[in-house]
């Protein structure tokens, strides 16, 4: 019973979480930066709902591995899906614990000035670079997620 609870849970908070994850980046930051002048503005509101999805998706993760070490014990780490997993987890803590507080800290040494008009904008276009290609690496890794998890029995 519980195990096909967690199963349907797990299913559930993937999709929100990849379809929140392609949302946001995908749909809402864009359109943020296209209908707001002031970009700044924009950056915030963008950066706060990133947050939002990466705190899901450590949250989402971090079960996934949880249910999957309870259900399979040590026969997880002979399975696909879980390092699919545990790469996912990475990439967002990465993003979470790293690449974002180092990309904030930039904006807070630029202050009162926009760190797009400061000596910080070479170092923040760059890890915001970082920052999109991992972004990018997460999304598509999180499509396949949900495609596996729809596969598993």
Known sequence: ????????LALVAVTLWVGGMWTVG???????????????????????????????????????????????????????LFWLVLALLVIVAAGQFGIQPLMAELKANAWPRDVMNSVMRDRFATWHGI?????????????????ALRRTP
Do not use: C, E, K, N
């Open 1 to 8: 019973m519980l195990s096909r609870f967690a199963q349907h």
């Open 26 to 80: 995908y749909l809402v930051a864009p359109v943020l930066f296209d209908m707001l002048s002031d970009r700044t503005l924009a950056g915030r509101v963008a950066g706060r709902l990133f947050d939002v999805v990466g705190w899901f998706g450590l949250g989402t993760t971090t079960y996934l591995l949880l249910v999957a070490a309870v259900r399979m014990r040590w026969a997880a780490f002979r399975s696909g």
């Open 131 to 147: 920052s999109s290609v991992l972004y990018l690496i997460q999304s598509v890794l999180g499509a396949m997620l949900v495609f």
